[in-house]
């Protein structure tokens, strides 16, 4: 059974950093792909970073592009996201993903970013203040 367990949310001032866990079980991990996704009230999911687990390869959206880092400890199953200058509009509730099985196991970042994932975690909140 895949399991998916965030951690590291919390609150930080505008400018300030965050670093959120993702521990996967339950599946081959480095077949996977990755991705954290967020969302705000009131506004539509977003994939912010993904990562191919078997070649490392990331994406990122363009809104946290040259901000957040997405790596993997492939020994531990845990994909991590370092948020770097967050800003309030950073703030919404994060999500780990897992697409366990994809027709690429070993794709790009942006093949990730084209998957359907169908696997989640719990989520965790990040709220920037100004």
């Known amino acids: 059974q895949v399991h998916l367990v965030e951690s590291g949310g919390g609150s930080v001032q505008a400018g300030g950093s965050l670093r959120l866990s993702c521990a996967a079980s339950g599946y081959t991990y480095s077949r996977a792909c990755m991705g954290w996704f967020r969302q705000a009230p009131g506004k539509e999911r977003e994939g912010v970073a993904h990562?191919?687990?078997?070649?490392?390869?990331?994406y990122y959206a363009d809104s946290v592009k040259g901000r957040f880092t997405i790596s993997q400890d492939n020994a531990e199953n845990t994909v991590y996201l370092q948020m770097d200058s967050l800003k309030p509009e950073d703030t919404a509730m994060y999500y780990c993903?897992?697409?366990?099985?994809?027709?690429?196991?070993w794709g790009s970042g942006g093949y990730c970013a084209t998957r359907d994932y169908n696997y989640w975690g719990q989520g965790t909140q990040v709220t920037v203040s100004s």
């Open positions: 993903a897992a697409d366990q099985n994809p027709r690429r196991p």
């Open positions: 990562i191919s687990a078997g070649t490392g390869s990331t």
